[in-house]
């Protein structure tokens, strides 16, 4: 049981208080753990071949990575914050995910937050596709006052670059949320001077590799993010349909 540890370790630093708040502490991790073999927590971590991390270390981890991208402009906007516990209370449940900020806010934000280090444990149990996922959930995060700042791209970049997603999958999902006269071409992977035919092989590649089946395993809030990200290829095809007249 986590609580116990977490007990010791707070007796050894600060005596009897110390194992006091440890054990409170442990004791809410132990529920969030414990309740992970029911509900949407069993769809997200459970399904065979799925993702391997815990709940509890995914929903701080992921709150964790929230907060660098946040407090990358040097200013925390309201909209970022409300974005940030919409999503999560969709994904989790209100009650589940104030559980979640509790412990963020008493213990890992007054810590230093190791990007490198959450991008690694992230990148070793978690589907690829999943952390594709992740990194859009990030550029909207970013995107929810409007626009995405160049600080927070540069974060943003950094965390990618931890959780292993290859250099044209972030600038696909990066086109998403940055308009230009080749975003359609950047969306599908493509060059500007591909062929009618290397844009359709191209749609029907990152239609696969975008389809909302391929977060099944995950909450709705994923799942919606998916079909967000499944759309916007369907729209860059569309546009290069109408620009070429294919």
Avoid: C
Wanted: glycine share 6%.
């Amino acid at each position: 049981m986590f609580r116990w540890f977490a007990a010791i370790i707070g007796y050894v630093f600060y005596r009897f208080p110390g194992a006091v708040i440890g054990f409170l502490l442990g004791s809410m991790i132990d529920g969030m753990m414990g309740s992970s073999s029911s509900g949407s927590y069993k769809k997200v971590f459970r399904q065979p071949g799925g993702d391997r991390v815990s709940p509890a270390d995914f929903e701080l981890n992921l709150l964790s990575l929230a907060s660098l991208v946040i407090k990358a402009d040097g200013s925390v906007g309201q909209a970022e914050l409300d974005y940030v516990r919409q999503y999560f209370v969709q994904a989790y449940g209100k009650e589940r995910a104030n559980a979640t900020f509790r412990v963020f806010n008493e213990v890992i934000k007054k810590r230093e937050i190791s990007a490198q280090r959450i991008g690694s444990l992230l990148r070793q149990r978690m589907r690829y596709e999943s952390r594709l996922q992740v990194v859009h959930f990030l550029f909207s995060i970013a995107n929810a006052d409007g626009y995405v700042t160049e600080s927070e791209l540069s974060v943003i970049n950094q965390i990618s670059v931890n959780l292993g997603v290859q250099h044209r999958d972030f600038e696909s999902i990066k086109a998403m949320f940055f308009k230009s006269a080749d975003s359609a071409y950047t969306i599908l992977e493509i060059e500007r001077t591909a062929t009618d035919s290397e844009i359709k092989a191209a749609y029907r590649r990152m239609a696969k590799k975008y389809h909302p089946d391929k977060l099944q395993h995950m909450d709705e809030a994923y799942q919606k993010g998916a079909e967000e990200k499944f759309r916007k290829v369907k729209e860059a095809y569309e546009q290069l349909q109408k620009e070429r007249g294919f």
